[in-house]
């Protein structure tokens, strides 16, 4: 054997970038091992640029004592649920002829199908249209105020639709004296936050007014609050990841809830509904989590110079994030994301809406998508495999800034759920967050239809990199 072929022979080939290479030496018999390299930013130069610039030792010190501040302020939050009151009553801004919604700013004559199901819903719960004529009608006339949840202490699920007669979770801030809100669940389904309008589903929202929300306000309006961070950390240590798989984390908060409820004046058969009503569906906490999460990001917004991101959120048309170092309502914005995932029974892919909903709080927090390690039994509703689920919570860490100690994953050696998504390690890693969510139909009035994985898209973080940047 000559020296040359000696040289080349028994090779073990690590092959980066285009994957074809690795497919003809495999089909060599030889062995390969690929690695999935590209270049930071897709080579994008802008980007390129300003995360040049942040790594400047003396703007890169300022981003990291910042950084840290962020995240020990949404790390040190203590949410606690203190009562239930409607939306008219509580939240900043809200008026009778106001809508608020999802995600990033969006006008009526750009919402998707869902949001304009759940926009026409709920001006007929409102009683400011007798029918779905006259509420898009009404919707499209100007005579209505649209403003994005975020924007008023808020968050909603799916299309996040809330009007003044809602009840509203109140949800303080023990150690920064914040609160946020969300509107109850309606359980799952062919409800309004997915785009369903029909009769049975605004005789549901009144019975809500009418029933569900005084029950819930009487039966905290006498009690102490309820410690949510800590209930959220028993819920994550028996299989809930408190996004989508609410089993423990319902049980828990209607454990809470139960002898409270008891105590109020309302009939037997009233109570008897609404028990009826948390035990059709473990979603019951999820909007909980939701404020919770809010509630604590909160906190984080608004630290110059922080890279955090405190915001994720979708209208249906666009995916946006607000990031803690740049303060007020800044938006950053890219096109929502297809949600890859089982279907019901009778649905195609094509039947589907774009990623929708302020529930991507859960993820900025970091549960849902984030602690799937902790519920491997969320794949059989979101898809994907368990070892991919615990590979997601792993994955996290790369991209975040912190774990919160609060909140632990039992499976990872009760690591902290991964805390502090930081916009330059997303675009120098090429990672993106991972959110699991519901996927609403389409069209208006038909509701959910499956649930599945989907991330944002980069273009958020590469503006919100930019913006960053020119800052200095």
């Known amino acids: 054997m000559s020296k040359m072929t000696a040289l080349f022979s028994n090779l073990n080939v690590i092959n980066v970038g285009l994957e074809f290479f690795k497919d003809d030496i495999s089909k060599q018999q030889a062995p390969v091992t690929h690695v999935n390299w590209q270049p930071i930013a897709g080579g994008n130069t802008k980007v390129i640029t300003a995360l040049d610039k942040l790594a400047q030792p003396e703007i890169a010190q300022k981003i990291e004592a910042a950084n840290e501040e962020a995240v020990n302020r949404i790390i040190k939050s203590h949410p606690v649920l203190v009562g239930y009151e409607r939306a008219i009553d509580v939240v900043p801004g809200m008026t009778k002829t106001t809508i608020l919604h999802a995600g990033p700013p969006i006008c009526w004559d750009d919402m998707n199908g869902p949001m304009r199901g759940a926009v026409t819903g709920a001006l007929i719960f409102e009683g400011l249209a007798a029918n779905l004529d006259e509420a898009f009608k009404l919707a499209a006339s100007g005579e209505i105020t649209f403003s994005p949840c975020h ?49 049975s589903v605004v005789e549901r929202l009144i019975w809500m007014r009418d029933v569900l929300g005084p029950m819930l306000k009487a039966a905290m309006d006498k009690a102490e609050p309820i410690d949510l961070r800590l209930m959220l950390a028993q819920a994550l240590h028996m299989g809930d990841e408190c996004h989508n798989r609410n089993n423990a984390g319902t049980a828990l908060l209607s454990q809470a809830l139960t002898p409270l409820i008891l105590e109020t004046e309302f009939s037997i058969k009233e109570k008897r509904e609404v028990f009826d009503f948390i035990a059709s569906s473990d979603y019951f906490s999820g909007p909980t989590w939701m404020a919770m ?21 979708r209208n249906g048309v666009e995916f946006g994030i607000r990031v803690s170092g740049m303060k007020g309502f800044t938006w950053f914005t890219g096109p929502a994301q297809k949600v890859i995932g089982p279907l019901f029974a009778g649905f195609k892919p094509e039947d589907s809406g774009l990623d929708i909903g302020d529930s991507a709080i859960t993820e900025t927090y970091g549960i849902g998508g984030f602690a799937m390690a902790t519920a491997p039994a969320i794949v059989a509703l979101v898809g994907g495999t368990v070892n991919e689920a615990i590979d997601y919570s792993i994955q996290m860490d790369e991209i975040t800034t912190a774990k919160n100690p609060n909140v632990t994953i039992p ?31 389409k069209e208006p009035g038909v509701g959910m239809i499956g649930c599945g994985i989907t991330n944002p898209p980069v273009e958020c973080f590469e503006k919100a990199i930019i913006a960053f940047a020119n800052k200095f």
Do not use: W
Request: net charge negative.
């Open 151 to 199: 924007e008023h202490d808020c968050v909603g699920s799916m299309a996040g639709v809330t009007s003044a007669s809602m009840y509203m979770h109140v949800v303080k801030n023990m150690t920064y004296g914040n609160v946020a809100y969300t509107n109850l669940s309606e359980q799952m389904a062919k409800i309004l936050r997915m785009g369903a309008n029909d009769e």
């Open 293 to 313: 999460c809010k509630c604590a990001l909160d906190a984080g917004h608004g630290v110059e110079h922080s890279t955090v991101v405190t915001t994720m959120a």
């Open 411 to 441: 499976l990872l050696n009760f690591k902290g759920i991964s805390s502090g998504i930081d916009i330059r390690k997303v675009i120098e890693t090429g990672i993106l967050p991972i959110i699991n969510t519901a996927i609403a139909h």
